[in-house]
C-alpha cells in the first residue's frame, strides 16, 4: 500500500469544475504568498440595482463585474465616469407603460422608470417613435442594454406593438433587451417579442415546454434571482422559479447567476444561497461557473483580474456554494499557473 499524502488529496477527490477552472497558487509577493487553490474568470452578478447598495458598495467583493438592472439616469452618470472595479454595465431606467412598473414602488427612486406611451401608426414618420426616444435616452447615457418592465400585477404593460417597437430600437443600436416578467401570459409576451434575456426566471406562472424551447430556440439567457423569489422560503414562486429555470437549463437554455441585489437583505459580494438554489435547479458545477462568469452583455471578461478560490475545493456539490462565496478577486499576475498539480 502507498502512503497517501493528505495535503495533496488525489484529483478524482475534487469535484469536476469543467474547463473554467484551473489549479493556481498566489505569488509570494501578495497578502498570502504560496496559498494553492483554484483560479476562474471574474464573476459576474448579472442583476443588481445601484441605486438601492449605493454605487461603491461592491469596490471590495469578490465580483468582477456588475450588471445593473434599473437606476435613474443620474446615477449612471456618476458611475459611467467612475474607473475601476467591479466593472459595471447598466440598462439604465426600466421602460415601462403608463402607471407601469415600478413606477410608485416606494424603492423605486425617483427617474428610474421611464414610461413609453404607445407605439402609434406604422411607426415610418418623420420624428423618433415614443420607442425609439426612450432607447436613444438610455443609450445616450451609456446603458449597454434596455430593460422593460411587464408586470400584469402592478400596472398597465406594453401591448405587443410597442414591445416589438421597443425591441427593433434596441437592436438597431447593438442593445440587447432584458426583460423583467411576471403575472399571467407575461413570459410569452417576452419571448414571442424576442428579448434577449429575462431578468428574472419567471416565477408567478409555470412556463410550459414548448415556450421554453421557444426561448431556448431564440439563444434567450435566463438571469436566475431564485433566492428572492422566496427569500429562502420554499414559497409557490420559489418552487415555480426553480422549476421553471431547471427545465430551461435542460432543454439547453442559457443561465446566468444574477442575485437581484438591492433587493431583501443579501451579502455584497457572491450570494451563497442563490448557488444552492443554482445546483438545485439541476445546474452541474461547470454549469454553475459557467452562469458566474459570462461576461454578458459584454463578449469578454472584465481585464486585469481573476478569481481566485483557495483550497481545499470541493468535493461535492453540497461544498460549492459556501466555497465560492470565500472567493476573491486578484490581479491576473498574483494568480500563477499550477495546471501540473
Ligand atoms: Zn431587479
Redesign the pocket.
Known amino acids: 500500500m502507498p502512503q497517501l499524502d493528505d495535503s495533496a488529496p488525489a484529483t478524482d477527490d475534487r469535484l469536476d469544475l469543467g474547463p473554467l477552472a484551473s489549479r493556481a497558487r498566489r505569488s509570494l509577493n501578495g497578502d498570502h504568498p504560496g496559498v494553492v487553490g483554484t483560479r476562474l474568470p471574474p464573476l459576474v452578478d448579472h442583476?443588481v440595482?445601484l441605486m438601492i447598495i449605493g454605487a461603491d458598495a461592491l469596490v471590495d467583493s469578490a465580483l468582477g463585474a456588475v450588471l445593473d438592472?434599473?437606476a435613474p439616469l443620474d446615477v449612471l452618470t456618476d458611475l459611467r465616469s467612475r474607473e475601476g472595479l467591479p466593472r459595471t454595465d447598466f440598462a439604465g431606467a426600466f421602460l415601462t407603460a403608463p402607471g407601469g412598473y415600478p413606477v410608485g414602488r416606494t424603492w423605486a427612486a425617483e427617474g428610474c422608470a421611464r414610461e413609453v406611451p404607445p407605439a402609434e401608426g406604422d411607426g415610418r414618420g418623420a420624428l423618433p417613435s415614443p420607442a425609439e426616444a426612450a432607447v436613444a435616452e438610455q443609450h445616450a447615457f451609456g446603458a449597454s442594454v434596455v430593460k422593460v418592465a411587464l408586470n400584469t400585477a402592478a400596472g398597465a404593460v406594453f401591448d405587443a406593438t410597442t414591445l416589438d417597437a421597443i425591441v427593433a430600437a434596441a437592436h438597431a443600436r447593438g442593445l440587447p433587451v432584458v426583460a423583467h416578467v411576471e403575472g399571467e401570459g407575461m413570459a410569452r409576451l417576452a419571448i414571442d417579442a424576442g428579448v434577449d434575456a429575462l431578468?428574472h426566471a419567471p416565477f408567478t406562472e409555470q412556463v410550459d415546454d414548448e415556450l421554453i424551447a421557444r426561448a431556448v430556440a431564440l439563444g434567450q439567457r435566463w438571469i436566475s434571482t431564485l433566492f428572492v423569489a422566496g427569500y429562502g422560503e420554499r414559497t409557490p414562486d420559489a418552487a415555480r422559479a426553480v422549476d421553471n429555470l431547471r427545465r430551461f437549463h435542460a432543454a439547453g437554455g442559457r443561465v446566468l447567476y444574477g442575485t437581484?441585489l438591492g433587493?431583501g437583505d443579501q451579502p455584497l459580494g457572491v450570494n451563497p444561497r442563490e448557488l444552492e438554489l443554482l445546483v438545485e435547479a439541476g445546474l452541474a458545477a461547470s454549469d454553475v461557473l459557467e452562469a458566474l462568469t459570462d461576461p454578458w452583455p459584454r463578449e469578454d471578461p472584465a481585464e486585469g483580474v481573476v478569481t481566485f478560490a483557495a483550497d481545499p475545493a470541493p468535493e461535492t456539490l453540497d461544498d460549492l456554494p459556501a466555497w465560492l462565496a470565500g472567493a476573491v478577486l486578484v490581479p491576473t499576475e498574483e494568480a500563477e499557473d499550477l495546471e501540473t498539480l
Open positions: 442583476h440595482h438592472l434599473g431578468a437581484d433587493n
